[in-house]
């Protein structure tokens, strides 16, 4: 297990060129919100721009858009059309795919809800997996589901899978066995990763870095145990980790945490790169938070500016 340095993460940093615009600098698709939940969107609409993103799209509900923009006056907004139907999510999913065009990276999860509609979403975006039970997958729409192919997978772009998106993960059958290999990077805590690999939570904690570590590797993807401290684990075999402040046990982290990811993805790093880097530096905002509020007075909300700073001291470091 090899620890998270200051010295490495000034060393990965993403730089940008004389001329950049902000499609080039990357673009990150943020699928994320609900009417209970819209501040999960905001919170990591903003995270990405803070860390480097040069464009948000966030697709949206348009009854929680204000909110969100208001929260995040910089983010554009995709609508995605109203209603809980799988043809209305099929149609939300081409809308993502389109923007996600022109993206280096998509964030699926924060604040979505576990309602019929997000069910639908979650499925034309991924493909969709049988419930646990079943076998192979489910009966899709048309399109690209017609052939048992969601956005995920045919984008060819790196996707933060977070929240409820890791939920409904959790209820699908073999469910890695339909998503490229090294594509995603699922960012549980271990309540969730109890669920996706159906264990107890406490087994989790006392078997953190093995749990992970398996779970990597029998998925084929990057995997962000999110604890004390957080690891990133990678297909390989190979386990990074980082000490989380205590302060960072409140609502709204983890939103701030996958939004850092995708910017950094969308900027060219490998997932595991861009999950070890979004790891340290937002360890280090939350200690900078905590020198002006302490361990009890940090809220999410404070994150992003944060990590911004951190992230200049990185770029000055390099200089």
């Known amino acids: 297990m090899d620890a998270i340095t200051e010295g490495w993460a000034a060393s990965v940093l993403p730089r940008r060129r004389s ?17 209970q939940f819209a501040g999960a969107a905001a919170l990591c609409c903003a995270a990405a721009g803070r860390s480097g993103a040069g464009i948000v799209v966030a697709a949206l509900p348009r009854s929680i858009a204000p909110v969100v923009v208001g929260l995040a006056p ?14 209305v999510a099929v149609r939300a999913a081409e809308a993502i795919g389109e923007r996600l065009e022109r993206a280096g990276s998509m964030v699926i999860g924060p604040g979505l809800g576990d309602d019929e509609a997000t069910e639908n979403l979650l ?3 991924f493909g969709p997996p049988r419930n646990r039970g079943g076998i ?14 969601g956005v995920v997978a045919s984008s060819g772009r790196p996707v933060v899978v977070d929240a409820d998106a890791l939920n409904w993960l959790a209820t699908k059958d073999s469910w890695w ?9 699922l960012t549980p805590h271990a309540g969730e990763m109890a669920r996706l690999v159906t264990l107890e939570s406490d087994e989790v904690v006392a078997n953190a870095s093995d749990i992970a570590r398996d779970a990597a590797a029998r998925w084929s993807q990057t995997v962000v145990l999110k604890g004390s401290p957080t690891l990133v684990a990678s297909p390989d075999g190979t386990i990074r980790s980082c000490p989380t402040p205590v302060s960072l046990a409140t609502a709204g982290s983890g939103d701030v945490l996958s ?7 969308a900027q060219g790093l490998s997932p595991r790169d861009a999950a070890a880097l979004a790891v340290y530096v937002g360890s280090r905002a939350a200690e900078r938070v905590g020198e002006r509020y302490g361990t009890l007075g940090l809220v999410a909300s404070d994150l992003p500016a944060a990590i911004a700073e951190e992230l200049c001291s990185l770029e000055r470091m390099g200089d």
């Open 177 to 185: 066995e339909h998503v490229p290999s090294e594509r995603l990077i």
């Open 19 to 35: 001329g950049a615009h902000k499609w080039s600098v990357g673009g990150v698709v943020v699928v994320a919100g609900s009417p």
């Open 123 to 125: 499925a034309a975006l």
């Open 74 to 87: 910089e983010v554009t907004v995709a609508f995605l059309p109203d209603g809980e139907s799988a043809s």
């Open 136 to 149: 192979g997958f489910g009966v899709p729409g048309h399109g690209a589901e017609a052939s048992g192919q």
């Open 259 to 265: 939004g850092t990811i995708g910017a950094l993805l």
